[in-house]
């Protein structure tokens, strides 16, 4: 057997090739999301999150994993719906609209502090996703919000990943985990889910005269299978854990004289 610092120096070895896997998928990942696909993919998602942010309230928030996204040829930001007046943007790098920079299971951010996390597609291309929600649990405050978006494995575009999957390109190499499994995940953390919805029911098709066409697959989608779009997203609200206060159980001491004898003793010798 090996020695136990041999050990650990190779398991950090791998953990420390892992990461660097992960920054370079996700880096893909953003590049992908420029491609036509892509940014119809982003107005979708922007549209989703436009719905639920402005309800959501609190003085931090926070996004982790910040794709640079352009709306019908126009710059866009997915927390300008928010109410939150001071947001941050965190990822693997700096660049336009980035303040923060670290490892996404490793938050430089004080416990119990955010009232809003926004993870887009973050959990995806992530080698330890449970452990990004660990970390997502301890910043977020007592009623903090949390909000996931994530490829549906019960999509069309599962398909497609199955034959595209060996190419090991964007978006085709993330996990696609099913939103059951991360509810579960979230449910043992001790969130509650107060939103499950998906998104974009439209086959993944880069020629936009033909994507244009079949946006009526949308209406249809929303209306038939909901469960079914390429995308969900999951709005979960940290539990407060309520203590339960014990009462304590009072004795009557009796009291106890220097020679061994009680008082009740004593009286009665009295009489």
């Not at 040829?73 to 990822?91: H, P, Y």
């Not at 938050?107 to 996390?117: C, Q």
């Not at 880069?206 to 709005?235: M, S």
């Not at 009072?250 to 003793?265: D, P, Q, S």
Request: glycine fraction near 6%; proline fraction near 5%; charged fraction near 20%.
């Amino acid at each position: 057997m090996l020695p136990k610092f041999v050990q650990g120096l190779k398991r950090t070895f791998q953990q420390h090739h892992q990461l660097n896997d992960e920054v370079k998928d996700w880096q893909q990942f953003q590049f992908w999301y420029a491609s036509s696909l892509g940014q119809r993919l982003a107005d979708s998602e922007k549209q989703i999150i436009e719905k639920y942010l402005p309800n959501l309230f609190g003085y931090y928030l926070l996004q982790c994993g910040c794709p640079e996204i352009k709306v019908e040829n126009k710059a866009g930001n997915w927390l300008e719906s928010s109410r939150v007046s001071t947001r941050f943007c965190l990822d693997y790098e700096v660049n336009q609209g980035v303040s923060l920079q670290s490892y996404f299971d490793q938050l430089p951010v004080k416990s119990d502090s955010l009232d809003i996390v926004i993870l887009p597609h973050v959990l995806d291309f992530s080698v330890d996703p449970h452990q990004i929600l660990r970390e997502i649990d301890r910043v977020l405050i007592a009623e903090g919000h949390v909000v996931i978006l994530g490829f549906n494995p019960w999509s069309i575009w599962n398909i497609s990943r199955q034959f595209l999957f060996w190419t090991k390109q964007s978006p085709w190499n993330a996990r696609f985990l099913a939103p059951s499994r991360v509810v579960d995940w979230l449910s043992l953390l001790g969130f509650d889910v107060i939103q499950r919805q998906g998104y974009f029911y439209k086959p993944p098709i880069q020629n936009d005269n033909i994507i244009k066409k079949l946006n009526f697959f949308e209406n249809i989608g929303q209306r038939f299978w909901p469960n079914f779009g390429a995308g969900y997203v999951i709005v979960a609200k940290k539990r407060v854990e309520t203590l339960t206060p014990i009462r304590p159980k009072w004795r009557t001491r009796r009291k106890v004289v220097a020679n061994g004898l009680n008082a009740e003793t004593i009286n009665r010798n009295k009489l």
